[in-house]
């Protein structure tokens, strides 16, 4: 979501001529989005803003921002702790960050116009609603981007329908939890089946779900809409139902695995894809190998796994951090390896097959596909004229987590 709301900042600041630049060096204006979520991304944000200070020192004319959960969490912090940082601007008060920029920047309000989406990105990412009402208790996302909210669906179908006009093919729809969008009488399911409407679009994708609200209906959906994709990522975070009860996740594991069996009955090539946090507060190693196995037997088409660190404000920061480091380490190591494993073996499945492809980026005549079900192919020899295309590509070879392979 992040990515999908700096592309906005960007977007907003270029109808006032502003240009995105690569390097710091070369920048007048310093925008630093922030995430609160994991504490990593907190160090490397201040580790930037020390950087971003140390420049404005020898170029005193540059102004720095921070948008976003770590200034709306710590925005008072920040100014204390990076005297040179101009302007603070936090999650909640996303949409006004624009103006904000502009005031500081001197930049006349009356050149302000609608925002007119003309990039030209295969795939675009489009947010369908912020915030979280969901409270699970290692999460800081309620209380830095506040309760949840469902943008108008008109404005949605519109935002999707200029992005096709523009040469987007595929949309990704974003949300902390997507299940939940509720918009007057529209649900998710007949946002997708409405946006799935749109002439030109070829591809729907959809994050985050959650699997207390994942609905049959959606599900049937998936099944029988031809643009929408054959992925979920659906985040499992643990196989225990004693951990799953202090995340407050409000759905067992048994919930869980049966979710799974209608997604793989409805649609059977779909991919599923997973968070796991490893280490929680009371994880005993009991549990831990419930997780581990839950990883063999569902086998997911990719994870995310995560070493649990306590995060302010929220419930498990209350609780004791009782697992040692060096066993959060290894338990880490153990479900990248088992989900390492079980990739190499579903992507070697693969050689051979013809899969449809839609070519999102083309580098050095190389072109960057993905399939249905998410994963990265690789095309090599190709131009331009191929990017944007749906495509029919024969799998001849397979690594790690990509496939490479040949038009046919
Ligand atoms: S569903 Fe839970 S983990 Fe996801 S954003 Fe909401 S509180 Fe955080």
Do not use: W
């Amino acid at each position: 979501m992040n990515v999908c709301e700096s592309d906005k900042l960007g977007l907003a600041l270029s109808t006032y001529g502003a240009l995105k630049v690569d390097v710091l060096q070369e920048a007048d204006v310093v925008i630093l989005n922030t995430c609160s979520v994991r504490a990593q991304a907190e160090q490397k944000a201040f580790s930037f803003l020390g950087r971003a200070e140390e420049f404005k020192q020898e170029n005193p004319g540059v102004k720095i921002v921070v948008v976003g959960c770590m200034a709306e969490r710590i925005g008072s912090k920040i100014k204390r702790r990076f005297k040179n940082v101009d302007l603070i601007v936090g999650a909640k008060d996303i949409d006004n960050a624009i103006l904000k920029i502009a005031d500081l920047c001197n930049i006349d309000y009356s050149l302000l116009r609608k925002i007119e989406d003309s990039s030209s990105n295969v795939v675009r990412y489009v947010t369908i609603m912020r915030g979280c009402d969901n409270y699970c208790s290692y999460c800081v996302v309620p209380f830095v981007r506040g309760g949840e909210i469902s943008l108008n669906a008109l404005d949605i179908i519109e935002e999707c329908s200029l992005a096709v006009k523009n040469g987007a093919k595929e949309i990704m729809l974003l949300g902390q939890n997507v299940n939940s969008y509720k918009y007057k009488d529209v649900n998710f399911t007949s946002l997708v089946k409405k946006i799935a409407e749109i002439d030109g679009l070829e591809r729907i994708r959809f994050m985050t779900n959650h699997p207390k609200d994942l609905s049959d209906e959606l599900i049937d959906m998936m099944a029988t809409a031809s643009k929408v994709c054959s992925h979920i990522h659906l985040p499992m975070q643990s196989a225990s139902n004693k951990i799953l009860k202090a995340m407050n996740r409000k759905y067992t594991y048994e919930h869980y695995v049966g979710l799974v069996k209608k997604l793989r009955t409805a649609t059977p090539d779909i991919s599923i894809t997973t968070d796991i946090i490893v280490g929680f507060p009371g994880e005993t190693k009991e549990d831990f190998e419930e997780t581990l196995k839950a990883v063999k037997e569902i086998r997911f088409g990719g994870l995310y796994a995560f070493r649990y660190s306590p995060r302010p404000d929220t419930k498990a920061a209350n609780m004791l951090d009782d697992i040692p480091f060096e066993e959060k380490k290894s338990r880490h190591t153990l479900i990248l390896e088992e989900s390492n494993k079980i990739s190499v073996e579903i992507v070697a499945s693969m050689v051979g097959s013809v899969q449809q492809v839609l070519s999102e980026k083309i580098e050095n005549g190389v072109i960057e596909a993905r399939t249905r079900s998410g994963r990265k192919v690789f095309v090599k020899d190709r131009n331009e004229k191929d990017l944007g295309r749906r495509l029919n590509v024969s799998i001849k070879e397979a690594k790690v987590n990509s496939l490479f392979g040949d038009i046919i």
